[in-house]
């Protein structure tokens, strides 16, 4: 599992999670973050948001009911065994 570094202006620091999956829809790019290695861990989505060619990719998290919910449930096929509560 790949491990990546955040930065965030709003925690004031960096935060450190594990990318589960990634996936392209409709020309947008997503991935599935968790902070823990552990079976029932907390999941997040995140949508890149960085202008193409970007050196930086800059994310936020997926917080549109509609988009997460079409969102979660495309990373739950590509992750059989996984089920992603919203």
């Known amino acids: 599992m790949e491990k990546i570094r ?3 202006e709003e ?3 960096d935060a450190d999670f594990f990318v589960l999956e990634q996936t392209k829809v409709n020309g947008v790019s ?6 823990s290695e552990e079976e029932d861990a907390e999941c997040l989505i995140l ?3 960085s202008d193409e060619g970007a050196s930086d990719g800059i994310y936020e998290i997926v917080e549109d009911d509609v988009e ?3 969102i979660s ?3 739950e096929e590509l992750l059989e065994d996984i089920e992603i509560e919203r």
């Open 68 to 70: 997460l919910t079409a």
């Open 30 to 35: 997503y991935i599935l973050v968790t902070d």
């Open 11 to 13: 925690i004031q620091g």
């Open 6 to 8: 955040f930065r965030s």
């Open 47 to 49: 949508k890149d948001k």
């Open 73 to 75: 449930k495309v990373f």
